[in-house]
Nanobody, 117 residues
């Protein structure tokens, strides 16, 4: 059974940093396009960053220059390094795995990130 398990969330002050991890199991990780999404209270889920199976990255304008997405295919792990965190980054962060050719689309359970002074 496919599982995506996020970790690394928590409470951090504005300007601080966190690194999220997402470990995938029972998928050919290297073949999947991976992404981080987030959902704040009362808002729709939104894209944060994506990384293709080939390593191409894409970021939401709101996080460009502050967040970095990366992957380690040997460890089946996706990362999101978040620096210079702002109050508006507070949300539940979700890991996503897509394999378009088969229309596979998997989600993790989410990890809470709270930015507060």
């Amino acid at each position: 059974q496919v599982q995506l398990v996020e970790s690394g969330g928590g409470l951090v002050q504005p300007g601080g940093s966190l690194r999220l991890s997402c470990v995938a199991s029972d998928i050919i990780f290297s073949a999947y396009d991976m992404g981080w999404y987030r959902q704040a209270p009362g808002k729709e889920r939104e894209l944060v960053a994506t990384i293709t199976s080939g390593g191409d990255t894409n970021y939401a304008d709101s996080v460009k220059g502050r967040f970095t997405i990366s992957r380690d295919n040997a460890k089946n792990t996706l990362y999101l390094q978040m620096n210079s965190l702002k109050l508006e980054d507070t949300a539940v962060y979700y890991c996503n795995a897509k394999r378009h050719i088969f229309q596979y689309d998997y989600w993790g359970q989410g990890t809470q990130v709270t930015v507060s002074s």
